[in-house]
């Protein structure tokens, strides 16, 4: 698999990264809030200045209703990190830098997610929740193919049951995809500031940071791991009765919770947790397909020259336009809560 083959390469990567914190996450960034006595234009949707131009350049691009609001979804978190940043930097808090560090790879990875760096290649594959794509789409990875290949092949799966292990198979690939893309972040920030960098500024660089990076890229190549494995245990074996849950990134916090420090009251309670987030994901995925759905309604009723029916189709869109932005964001916030408290567990692990 392609992002495990970049691990010998990992820690040559840190230490070069670490060195280039130094830097800060940019004098536009630091002023680009809104004063708080600022109109706020009728068509801002944040309140980093920022991140709007991002969002108003995305409006340009042609993504799909999904896609757009998923967008949405994940400004609205950096936007909340943006601000809670900007209150601890305040109060002195991030004086090594690391927390604005990431911010900056975390934008950086939305930017690559969306196709919105320059890289005309660096898009995730947009999903089309209408058509399931399971002929057309691939999955760049010669083991999940043939994985993949022989579950089709196998009789031990249902249809539903194999639009449910795509839908993992997917899952799969965009995890491997955000862990190069954040690789190759962590990357590209050394070669920005190697040069300005002098060799007393370099031993001054605070362990904690690399120990930060190194722990957030471990964990996701740990999660990979783990993925990969239950791919092929299940499309060897067929899906198990008693499994729990079904849902791909409820599946990976469970697996990784069983792995934390966690007594078994906690793993109970977060068992029960993440029954109510895979109930609010599977709301989400009914109100991305019922937007996808009212998108290609509008586009052909656009074509018939009636008001009275294209006004009450654009109510209707606008409707789940923003119920889906509204549930994307609980659910992302919800995803990044869970992961917290799991990487707290992992690391009491470590000690």
Do not use: C
């Amino acid at each position: 698999m392609a992002a495990v083959r970049v691990l010998p390469a990992l820690t040559a990567a840190l230490l070069l990264a670490a060195a280039g914190q130094a830097s800060k996450y940019s004098r536009e960034a630091n002023e680009g809030l809104a004063a708080p006595g600022e109109k706020r234009r009728e068509t801002g949707e944040f309140r980093v200045v920022r991140l709007n131009q991002i969002w108003e350049k995305a409006q340009r691009l042609h993504l799909s209703a999904v896609k757009l609001a998923e967008l949405h979804s994940d400004l609205k978190i950096q936007e909340k990190d943006e601000l809670s940043w900007k209150k601890l930097k305040a109060e002195g808090l991030d004086e090594d830098g690391e927390k604005e560090a990431k911010l900056r790879r975390n934008l950086n990875v939305i930017m690559t997610k969306y196709g919105m760096n320059g890289k005309k290649d660096s898009q995730l594959v947009d999903t089309n929740y209408i058509k399931d794509g399971t002929e057309s789409d691939t999955l760049d990875d010669p083991r999940l193919e043939k994985l993949w290949s022989k579950a089709k092949t196998s009789g031990k799966f249902s249809d539903e049951e194999l639009d449910k292990l795509w839908r993992e198979f997917k899952h799969h690939k965009e995890k491997i995809r955000e862990y190069n893309i954040l690789l190759e972040t962590v990357s590209r920030t050394e070669d920005i500031h190697k040069n300005v960098i002098n060799p007393s500024e370099e031993n001054m660089v605070k362990e904690e940071i690399l120990h930060n990076k190194h722990r957030e890229l471990k964990e996701k190549l740990r999660s990979i791991n783990q993925g990969f494995e239950r791919l092929r245990k299940v499309s060897h074996q067929g899906y198990d009765t008693t499994s729990e849950f079904e849902e791909p990134r409820v599946i990976d916090l469970w697996d990784m919770a069983k792995s934390a420090n966690f007594t078994e009251k906690e793993l109970e309670s977060f068992r029960e947790e993440l029954k109510h987030f895979e109930a609010k994901i599977e709301k989400h995925h009914h109100y991305q397909k019922q937007l996808e759905i009212s998108h290609q309604k509008l586009k052909h009723v656009e074509g018939t020259g009636d008001k009275d029916h294209l006004n009450r189709n654009k109510e209707k869109y606008a409707m789940l336009q923003e119920k889906t932005k509204e549930l994307g964001y609980k659910v992302k916030k919800h995803l990044q809560d869970l992961s917290s408290r799991i990487s707290q567990g992992l690391q009491h692990n470590e000690l």
